[in-house]
C-alpha cells in the first residue's frame, strides 16, 4: 500500500531534550515535506527536500533541522525542543512530473500526524 | 507572495443541505489550487485540485469547486450534506511550477440531523 508513515504518532517531551521524528514514505518520491498544524494558522511549511541531499527553509524553519539521506526518509529533528513547538506535525511527498522542481498538479500525500507536547 | 484566505472559520448545515465554503486566494501568479480535507485525529486527504484546465472542478465525494479569476476565489460546494462530511476543510495555493503549499486556515464543518 502507498502510504507515508510517521513516528511516533504521539510524544509527550520536556524542554531541551533532544528528539527525532520519522518520516518515510514507499512512493519513490522526490518531494518531501514538513508541516506544523496550529489552531486558527492552518498548516505552515517547516522544511522541504526537493531530492536526496537537497533541502531548504519553509516558513517556520527556526528550530528545527532536517536530513534526506535517502530519497524514502526524512527525518525532523528537534535539537532543544521548547514548549512554542507543542503542535501537530504532518509531513507529505510527491513526485514531480518533470524536471527538478516539483510541479504544483502534483498531488501531496499526507502522513497521518504526530502529536508533539513540550513541557 | 501568495496567500489564502478561508472567509468563515466554522460553518454548520443540516445533513441534506448545500455547503459551501469559501476561499480567496492572491498570487502573483498563475495558481494552482486545491481544497484538503481533515477528518478527526486523521491526515489531510485530496479533495479537488484546479491546475488551469477547466475552471469547474470536480472532486471526490460529490464536491467541486470553481475556480473564478476576476474574483480570486475558489469556493467549495457540495448539493447535499452527508453526516460523514463533518472535518475541517483546507484551502490551498501554490505557484504553478513550484511545490511548496500555502494554507488557509480551515474552515470546521459541522454537520446536523
Known amino acids: 500500500e502507498a502510504q507515508v508513515t510517521q513516528n511516533p504518532r504521539y510524544l509527550i517531551t520536556v524542554t531541551g531534550k533532544k528528539l527525532t521524528v520519522t518520516c518515510s514514505q514507499n512512493m519513490n518520491h522526490e518531494y518531501m515535506s514538513w508541516y506544523r498544524q496550529d489552531p486558527g494558522l492552518g498548516l505552515r511549511q517547516i522544511y522541504y527536500?526537493?531530492?536526496?541531499?537537497?533541502?531548504d527553509k519553509g516558513d517556520v524553519p527556526e528550530g528545527y533541522k532536517v536530513s534526506r539521506k535517502e530519497k524514502r526518509n526524512f527525518p525532523l529533528i528537534l535539537e532543544s525542543p521548547s514548549p512554542n513547538q507543542t503542535s501537530l506535525y504532518f509531513c507529505?511527498?510527491?513526485?514531480?512530473?518533470?524536471?527538478?522542481?516539483?510541479?504544483?498538479?502534483?498531488?501531496?500525500?499526507f502522513g497521518p500526524g504526530t502529536r508533539l507536547t513540550v513541557l | 507572495a501568495q496567500s489564502v484566505t478561508q472567509l468563515d472559520s466554522h460553518v454548520s448545515v443540516s445533513e441534506g443541505t448545500p455547503v459551501l465554503l469559501r476561499c480567496n486566494y492572491s498570487?502573483?501568479?498563475?495558481?494552482?489550487l486545491f481544497w484538503y480535507v481533515q477528518h478527526p485525529n486523521k491526515g489531510l486527504q485530496l479533495l479537488l485540485k484546479?491546475?488551469?484546465?477547466?475552471?469547474l472542478v470536480k472532486g471526490i465525494n460529490g464536491f467541486e469547486a470553481e475556480f473564478k479569476k476576476s474574483e480570486t476565489s475558489f469556493h467549495l460546494t457540495k448539493p447535499s450534506a452527508h453526516m460523514s462530511d463533518a472535518a475541517e476543510y483546507f484551502c490551498?495555493?501554490?505557484?504553478?511550477?513550484?511545490?511548496?503549499?500555502?494554507f488557509g486556515a480551515g474552515t470546521q464543518v459541522v454537520v446536523t440531523p
Open positions: 484546479y491546475t488551469s484546465a477547466a475552471t
Open positions: 527536500s526537493m531530492n536526496v541531499e537537497v533541502t
Open positions: 498570487s502573483s501568479y498563475s495558481p494552482s
Open positions: 507529505a511527498s510527491s513526485f514531480p512530473l518533470g524536471g527538478l522542481a516539483p510541479t504544483s498538479t502534483d498531488t501531496q500525500y
Open positions: 490551498v495555493v501554490t505557484l504553478r511550477g513550484w511545490g511548496k503549499l500555502q
